[in-house]
C-alpha cells in the first residue's frame, strides 16, 4: 500500500531526479544511490575514453548523461516499487487492477533508451545487457543511506 506523507502520496523521486540530477534526500538510501550514479557516470566515461577523459565529446558526453538519467529513473522507480508494492493501491479500491504510475510506459522507454544510448557509445552487446542482469541490492546495499 502507498503510505501518504502529509496527506500526499510517497513520492518515488523520479521527477526530482530528472528536473535536478539529484536524488531527494527524503529517499531512504539517497546518498548511496547518488554516489552511485556519480560513480557509475564515471566507469562508463572512463570505459569510453580510456585514461584520455578529455577525448569524450559533447555529443557522447550527453549520451553517458542520458544513461546515467536513465539509470536513476530504473533504479529509483525500482527501489519504489519494492517498498510500496507493484500494483497502484488507489486503482485497487476501485475495483481496477494496475501497475504503480511509476512502472508505466516510461520505465520501459528509459530502459529502451538506456540500451540504444549505451550501443551508440560503443559499447558491446554483454556489457549492456550486465546494467541490467544485476540486481537492485547488488548495486546499492539499500539499507544504508
Do not use: C
Not at 53 to 62: A, D, F, M, Q, W
Not at 129 to 144: C, G, I, T, V
Request: proline share 6%; charged share 25%.
Amino acid at each position: 500500500m502507498s503510505k501518504k506523507i502529509q496527506g500526499r502520496p510517497a513520492e518515488h523521486g523520479v521527477y526530482s531526479w530528472i528536473s535536478s540530477g539529484k536524488i531527494t534526500p527524503s529517499i531512504q538510501g539517497s546518498r548511496r544511490l547518488q554516489r552511485y550514479l556519480e560513480d557509475y557516470e564515471r566507469a562508463l566515461i572512463r570505459e569510453i575514453t580510456g585514461d584520455n577523459p578529455g577525448t569524450l565529446t559533447p555529443s557522447r558526453e550527453l549520451l553517458v548523461k542520458s544513461v546515467v538519467e536513465g539509470y536513476g529513473v530504473l533504479l529509483l522507480s525500482m527501489m519504489y516499487v519494492k517498498k510500496h508494492g507493484i500494483l497502484d493501491p488507489e486503482k485497487i479500491k476501485k475495483g481496477i487492477v494496475s501497475l504503480q504510475p511509476v512502472l508505466s510506459t516510461s520505465m520501459i522507454a528509459y530502459m529502451n533508451s538506456i540500451r540504444q544510448n549505451l550501443s551508440a557509445l560503443g559499447l558491446p552487446a554483454d556489457r549492456i545487457d550486465e546494467a541490467f542482469d544485476r540486481p537492485l541490492q547488488e548495486k546499492m546495499n539499500h539499507r544504508s543511506g
